[in-house]
């Protein structure tokens, strides 16, 4: 039961990301300016619940993975000047899933018939989703948020090969906070609520920070299957939420793509990989 409560609770966190974003955007703060602060929180809870645990800044890897860190925060930011929260998560998590699934391939990775199937239906999912017609979103801000799709591969690949999950995370936040002050001409002084830093700093602090804290002690316990599974459920949590909260309703083609997207990477994940 512990582990259940966990685990739900670290996933509505994941899917609460979106939702705070887009309403902290909507407040009027500048995206750069959310992404910086939520980033900044995030690194100093993640710092304090890693003391003693070994963090470092050193390392191509480490600095690799902060770049990675930042081009997911900041198209994630953007991207949610027009669309809407569910929507967000949904090409966010395709994007992320398939990015992964062809790095495999390139790799060398076998993937058998089932999984390819799976693949090919969230791909064509998500195509249709973002297909022209699908709704009044900004096509630069869908862009964006599947740039951000990429970098969230690419920072999740980047942590295959970290020894120490919660120290390197906590590495790779206070790194990505150095980026961001070094980019600062591009977001001081821009624009920023009250409620927008407010809801940044809990996007970062609690909801990324003590999020991905929570993911890490569950995900090895859960096993690689049942968590790919589980964390299908952060889109869907992000659309039901931003209905009730936002009252972004979802049209029927988006919910019907998001059922062929996650039906396909629940196919995919199923799949037993070939030997």
């Known amino acids: 039961m512990r582990l259940f409560a966990l685990t739900a609770l670290a996933l509505t966190f994941l899917a609460a990301n979106s939702l705070l974003t887009r309403a902290g955007v909507l407040d ?8 910086a602060i939520r980033v900044a929180a995030g690194a100093v809870v993640l710092a304090l619940l890693s003391t003693g645990r070994g963090m470092s800044l050193k390392g191509g890897r480490r600095w690799g993975a902060a770049a990675a860190l930042v081009v997911y925060l900041l198209g994630f930011s953007l991207a949610y000047r027009t669309l809407d929260a ?5 090409i966010l998590f395709a994007t992320v899933q398939i990015a992964l699934f062809g790095l495999g391939l390139v790799r060398g990775e076998a993937a058998g018939p089932l999984r390819l199937t799976g693949m090919g239906l969230a791909l064509g999912g998500l195509v249709w989703l973002l297909a022209p017609g699908a709704g009044p979103a900004d096509p630069w801000d869908v862009g964006l948020m599947v740039t951000a799709g990429l970098g969230w591969a690419a920072y999740s690949f980047a942590g295959k090969y970290e020894p120490q999950p919660l120290a390197g995370s906590a590495g790779n936040f206070v790194a990505a906070t150095l980026l961001f002050v070094l980019a600062a001409p591009l977001w001081w002084g821009a624009p920023v609520t009250t409620t927008g830093a407010v809801l940044a700093v809990i996007s970062g602090g609690v909801t990324s920070g003590l999020g991905y804290a929570m ?27 931003g209905a009730l909260l936002l009252a972004e309703v979802p049209s029927a ?8 997207v996650i039906a396909g990477i629940a196919l995919a994940t199923l799949a037993p990989k070939p030997r």
């Open 215 to 241: 993911l890490f002690r569950v995900l090895p316990r859960l096993g690689l299957g049942t968590s790919g599974l589980a964390q299908l459920s952060v889109p869907v949590i992000a659309m039901v939420a």
């Open 253 to 260: 083609r988006a919910i019907a793509a998001a059922v062929l």
């Open 28 to 35: 009027g703060t500048d995206p750069m300016a959310f992404a």
């Open 86 to 90: 569910g929507l967000g998560a949904l």
